[in-house]
């Protein structure tokens, strides 16, 4: 079936660029998104990009496709406290059938 | 590979039926099980959340009679859509907190596939 990985963790310092990234293994995908859940709360879409798309920016964030190799990551720049959450990357296979990743724990050092 | 399932992945109704959806971790125990709806184009809403044994906690605005959750056992969560219609139809996600590996030292969240309701 489809799958959806990501590293568990990221540790970065207030100010510097974090990415955060995912591999998928489901060549159908039509739309990938990127989610952040804050602590105690439901996941909150940040972004989402077309599968015929390379790159999308949004504000700080910058999402980057390379459908060729599976590969989605993002980009959010001048990183802030307020940013540490969990980000998981998800892909959607058509029919809304929508594949999570395990999620990735961005921690803002001050 | 996938460590939650869900059952079944997709279900057509007629309006007033019920429908029960299962949620189950594989070869880890969930400590905690979470029920989402996605709404096409737009974030997950979070519907409840359940703790093995005892009663789900409802978000704000999520009606408990109308969508009843079991969480029987460590590896099942059921959501039973009770007298459903047909603005219930939507795509229900469940995930499962609980340590997977025995070397992660932290417990990690994973979803389900999700299931596609149609209430005719």
């Known amino acids: 079936g489809e799958d959806v990985e990501q590293s568990l963790f990221l540790s970065v310092r207030e100010g510097d660029s974090s990415v955060i990234n995912c591999t998928y293994t489901?060549?159908?995908?039509?739309?990938l998104y990127w989610y952040k859940q804050e602590p105690g709360a439901g996941l909150q879409l940040l972004t989402y990009?077309?599968?015929?798309?390379d790159m999308k920016q949004d504000q700080r964030l910058t999402v980057l496709l390379n459908k060729k190799d599976k590969h989605l990551s993002l980009r959010i720049a001048d990183t802030q406290t307020g940013d540490s959450a969990i980000y998981f990357c998800?892909?959607?296979?058509?029919?809304?059938?929508?594949?999570f990743g395990t999620g990735t724990k961005l921690q803002v050092i001050p | 590979g996938a460590v939650v399932s869900q059952h079944p992945s997709r279900v057509i109704c007629k309006s007033g039926t019920s429908v029960k959806i299962e949620c189950r971790s594989l070869?880890?125990?969930?400590?905690?099980m979470f029920w989402y709806r996605q709404f096409p184009k737009q974030s997950l809403m979070l519907m409840a959340t359940?703790?093995?044994?005892?009663?789900?906690?409802?978000e704000q605005g999520v009606e408990k009679d109308k969508f009843l959750i079991n969480h029987a056992s460590l590896t099942l969560s059921t959501l039973t859509v009770t007298s459903a219609h047909p603005e219930d139809s939507s795509f229900y996600i469940c995930?499962?907190?609980?340590?997977?590996?025995?070397?992660?030292?932290?417990?990690?969240?994973?979803f389900g596939p999700g299931t596609r309701l149609t209430v005719l």
């Open positions: 359940s703790n093995e044994g005892s009663k789900a906690t409802y």
């Open positions: 070869d880890f125990q969930a400590t905690t």
């Open positions: 990009i077309f599968s015929n798309m």
């Open positions: 489901d060549s159908s995908s039509t739309y």
């Open positions: 998800a892909e959607d296979g058509g029919y809304q059938k929508v594949t």
């Open positions: 995930s499962a907190r609980g340590y997977y590996r025995q070397a992660s030292s932290t417990d990690t969240q994973y």
